[in-house]
C-alpha cells in the first residue's frame, strides 16, 4: 500500500539523518513499524538491515574527522563488531517472547536517553573544550596510535564499548548518544570528533548484526521494508552528514519522544 510504503520511507529517511546527527534514528523507525501492525522481531531486524545504508552514508560524510582520529577509531571497531555479535546472536537464541516483553523496557531506555541527551552533551562539552582546541591541530599525531590513556582506561573503553556493541546488536535505541556519553567521560577528545567515531562505531555494529540476521533469521526480515528504508535512511544520511546539523535539535528530539511514547503506549495496551 502506497500510503504505508511513504510512511516507512518517510521514517527511514527521518532515521536516517537523526542517526547521523544525533544517534537516535531506531526510535523512530521502530515505533513507526509496529504501529503499521509488524511484529516487534521483525519490526527489529529489518529495521536493522535498513538503517545500515543511513549508517555508510553518514560515515563518508564525516571521513575526515574519522581519518583524523583513524588510530582511536579502528583500535574500536572489532570491539564493537564483537559486542553486536553477541547482541545480535542473544536476540536470535532468546525466545521471541524475551524481546516482546523487554522491547517497551528499552523504547522507555531510548526516549529517557534521548531526552537527556543535551544535558550529556552540554556535560562533555565542558569536559572536553579545552582538550578540544587541542585536539584540532595534534589530533592526528595524538590519535595515530589507537585508544588513548593508561592501560585500566583503555580496558575500560574497550568494555564500554563492548557492552554498547552488544546493546546496539540487540536493539539499539540510542545507541549513538550512550556511545558519545561512554567517549566523552572515558576520553578528552572533542565532541565533534566523538560523532564521527560514533557513526563509525554504530555502524560496524548495524552492520555486523545484519549479517548474522541474513544468514540465520531471514524468515524474521521483511525486504520490501528493508528497501524501503535502505533508500530513505541513506538519502537521510546524506542529507544529515551535509546540513543536518543545522535543524533545531530540539524539535528532532520532540519528533523522536514523541513518536517513542505513541508506540511504548500502544505496545502496552495490545501486550
Not at 116 to 121: C, E, K
Request: proline share 5%; aromatic share 6%; no cysteine.
Amino acid at each position: 500500500m502506497w500510503p504505508e510504503a511513504l510512511a516507512i520511507a518517510a521514517a527511514g529517511f527521518a532515521a536516517g539523518m537523526i542517526n547521523v546527527v544525533v544517534g537516535s534514528g531506531t526510535l523512530i523507525t521502530f515505533p513507526i513499524l509496529v504501529l503499521l501492525g509488524y511484529p516487534p522481531l521483525v519490526a527489529n531486524v529489518s529495521n536493522n538491515l535498513g538503517l545500515v545504508a543511513g549508517g555508510v552514508a553518514g560515515t563518508i560524510g564525516y571521513r575526515r574527522e574519522i581519518a583524523a582520529h583513524r588510530g582511536f577509531a579502528f583500535a574500536l571497531l572489532p570491539v564493537a563488531l564483537a559486542g553486536g555479535l553477541a547482541g545480535a546472536t542473544l536476540l536470535l537464541v532468546l525466545p521471541g517472547s524475551a524481546f516482546k516483553a523487554i522491547v517497551p523496557v528499552l523504547i522507555l531506555v531510548g526516549i529517557v536517553l534521548v531526552a537527556v541527551g543535551p544535558w550529556i552533551q552540554r556535560r562533555i562539552a565542558a569536559r572536553t573544550a579545552p582538550a578540544g582546541e587541542v585536539d584540532a591541530v595534534a589530533a592526528p599525531a595524538a590519535e595515530a596510535a589507537g585508544i588513548p590513556g593508561g592501560p585500566g582506561r583503555r580496558v575500560g573503553i574497550m568494555v564500554s564499548i563492548f557492552i554498547l556493541g552488544v546493546y546496539g546488536g540487540y536493539f539499539g535505541a540510542a545507541q549513538g548518544i550512550l556511545v558519545v556519553g561512554a567517549l566523552g567521560i572515558l576520553t578528552t577528545v572533542s565532541l565533534g570528533s566523538l560523532n564521527a567515531v560514533k557513526n563509525l562505531l554504530v555502524t560496524g555494529v548495524n552492520l555486523m548484526a545484519s549479517i548474522i540476521f541474513i544468514l540465520f533469521a531471514r524468515d524474521s526480515i521483511d525486504w520490501a521494508v528493508v528497501g524501503l528504508i535502505t533508500v530513505g535512511a541513506g538519502l537521510g544520511g546524506l542529507l544529515g552528514a551535509r546540513v543536518g546539523r543545522r535543524l533545531p535539535p530540539t524539535l528532532l528530539r520532540v519528533i523522536i519522544v514523541t513518536v517513542g511514547v505513541v508506540a511504548l503506549v500502544n505496545l502496552l495496551l495490545h501486550s
